[in-house]
């Protein structure tokens, strides 16, 4: 069984369209993640999100926002794509909050968004 | 500011041992992860070692973690084809003006299997 999943696995759009990617997780974990991976595999942070708080990286244009039906899912939309928004996001879930340093983190395959 | 470095090419011959090299700066880390990525894939949790740790052993795989020079080390012994991927190194540290934890990611090693 599938612990984190996103979809789509593929995403290519035009500039200036809004799209929504989704992630879910079976793990019952409390905090889920959203990550850009750049074209030089670099990997950033931009948002970490639990029942109590949502924690956006200060560098993430407001065009993105997280958006969590429930505790198992949390699915990141993003308004108006720009042509430097291509990149792989990868959703992550961990069990407990945000305050544990012993929280490890469970990756989804990741979702490859190219905007034309 | 934080920072995490690892070298971004490593390659070696089928059947000898890898070994992948990270540096990082926050000396209040508490753990520190390693990461393995294939191509066209996610993210896989490999192995991780607590900060007051020297080693930690799985396998094929030694972690050593000096933390006076913080310097954090993968040790994959008779590599194998399948081990072709790129090696994330990330450190949990505490950001201290909201008291969570949050992953600081190296760029990635990419290991190369030479036949």
């Known amino acids: 069984d599938t612990a984190v999943s996103q979809t789509p696995k593929y995403l290519v759009t035009q500039m200036g369209n809004d799209k929504s990617i989704k992630c879910e997780q079976n793990l019952g974990h409390d905090t889920m993640y959203w990550y850009k991976q750049d074209s030089k595999k670099f990997l950033k942070i931009m948002f970490s999100?639990?029942?109590?708080?949502?924690?956006i990286n200060e560098t993430v244009p407001n065009r993105f926002s997280p958006k969590s039906p429930d505790k198992a899912h949390l699915n990141l939309h993003i308004n108006s794509l720009e042509l430097g928004d291509s990149a792989v996001y990868f959703c992550?879930?961990?069990?407990?909050?945000?305050?544990?340093?012993?929280?490890?983190?469970?990756f989804g395959p990741g979702t490859r968004l190219t905007v034309l | 500011g934080e920072d995490v470095e690892q070298s971004l090419f490593l390659s070696v011959r089928e059947g000898d041992s890898s070994v992948i090299n990270c540096t990082y700066t926050?000396?209040?880390?508490?753990?520190l992860y390693w990461y393995k990525q294939e191509p066209g894939a996610g993210l896989q949790l490999l192995t991780y070692?607590?900060?007051n740790m020297d080693m930690k052993q799985d396998q094929r795989l030694t972690v050593l973690l000096n933390k006076k020079d913080k310097h954090l080390s993968l040790r994959i012994a008779d590599t194998q084809t399948g081990d072709s991927a790129i090696y994330f190194c990330a450190e949990s540290i505490n950001q201290v003006r909201d008291s969570n934890y949050q992953l600081i990611w190296g760029a990635g090693t990419k290991l190369i299997i030479k036949p």
């Open positions: 999100y639990n029942n109590k708080e949502l924690i």
């Open positions: 992550a879930s961990s069990q407990g909050d945000m305050s544990s340093s012993t929280d490890t983190q469970y």
């Open positions: 070692i607590f900060s």
């Open positions: 926050d000396s209040s880390s508490t753990y």
